[in-house]
C-alpha cells in the first residue's frame, strides 16, 4: 500500500504534522469507521470518519467520531443552509475523487466546505482517512481543522 495519496501530499503542503498508520480495512464491516477504530486499537472517539454530503444542494464535507452519527438539521444549521442530506455514494466517489471508504477531506479534487464535530477537537490527536482505503493520519485536530479551513460545530445527533 503507497502512503503517498493526494490527501498526504495536501498535508505535507500545508506543512501539517503528521503520521500514517495501516490497517487491514474490511469492505465488509457494518461500520467503517469502528472496523478501523478496531484494527488500529485506538478509541472510535479519536478515529473520524469523513462524510459527503449535501447541504441545499451544494456538496460538503463532514468529520465527526467514528461512533456518532450526524445531524442533518445541525449540519445545515452549520453552514447556514435549511436542508442537508447524505450524498449517493457514487456522487461522493466522483465529487471527491476517492473511494468511498478512503475518502480524505485533504486532496480532494475540488474541495467543499468543511465541517468538524466539536467533540473531535478534545482530543490530542486523532486519525482521518488518509487518501486510500487501510490508511489513516494521525494528527491534532486543530491542525486539520486550520488545514481544511474547516466550521467546528456541534453536529452529532
Keep these: 500500500m503507497s502512503k503517498a495519496t493526494r490527501a498526504t501530499k495536501a498535508l505535507e503542503q500545508a506543512k501539517v504534522a503528521f503520521t500514517t498508520h495501516t490497517y487491514d480495512y474490511d469492505p465488509d464491516a457494518d461500520k467503517v469507521g469502528i472496523q478501523a ?24 464535507c463532514v468529520i465527526l467520531p467514528s461512533d456518532k452519527e450526524v445531524s442533518m438539521k445541525k449540519l445545515a444549521a452549520a453552514f447556514g443552509g435549511k436542508t442537508a442530506q447524505m450524498m449517493k455514494p ?4 466522483r465529487i471527491s475523487g476517492y473511494k468511498v471508504g478512503g475518502i480524505s477531506a485533504f486532496g480532494q479534487m475540488k474541495p467543499p466546505r468543511v465541517a468538524i464535530e466539536a467533540e473531535a477537537m478534545a482530543h490530542d490527536l486523532v486519525y482521518m482517512n488518509g487518501g486510500q482505503r487501510g490508511l489513516q493520519v494521525r494528527m491534532k485536530p486543530g491542525d486539520a481543522a486550520t ?5 467546528v460545530a456541534p453536529l452529532v445527533a
Excluded: F, Q, S, W
Aim: hydrophobic share 60%; proline share 6%.
Design 37 to 60: 477504530a478496531e484494527a488500529l486499537g485506538e478509541l472510535p472517539a479519536r478515529v473520524l470518519k469523513t462524510l459527503m454530503a449535501l447541504v441545499d444542494g451544494k456538496p460538503v
Design 90 to 93: 457514487a456522487d461522493a466517489e
Design 147 to 151: 488545514a481544511l479551513n474547516a466550521i
